[in-house]
């Protein structure tokens, strides 16, 4: 049976994924680090640290963030169970990416009477909405 050199390319394409999951884990841990006052993130923290990952109700994803971790008023960044399972609850809900890794390049176009034009790789796509 032959060997196909598919396996090949998904193995280090899983490597690069790997790699880059874990990038964005290191950098959201970071901003909650940079948001922490003497090693604490209480819900007024978490609020502006999720404002800046451009949260859109960063209240309600600071109190979410505490419940999901267990804890009712603060969090302690210094203990790694719970900024793992902090960073973890941003990263499933899709903070940490950048705006061209949402979109990997493309750009989205809203025309007139409700016509979406979708650039990608400069090429134009029209797209109507029914």
Known sequence: MPVF??????????QKLRKERSDRK???SEVFKSYASNGVLDKESLK???LHLDAAMPYRQAEEALRV???????????????????????????GWSS???YSGSRLLVGL???LLL?????LTPLLFL
């Open 5 to 14: 050199s598919s396996r090949v390319m998904f193995r280090s394409y899983d």
């Open 113 to 115: 009477n409700g016509l």
């Open 26 to 28: 290191s950098k959201l």
């Open 69 to 95: 971790v267990g804890k009712s008023y603060e969090i302690n960044v210094h203990n790694e169970t719970d900024l793992n399972t902090l960073v973890d609850y941003a990263y499933n809900k899709g903070y």
């Open 119 to 123: 650039v990608i790789l400069g090429a």
């Open 48 to 50: 502006d640290a999720f």
């Open 100 to 102: 061209c890794d949402r």
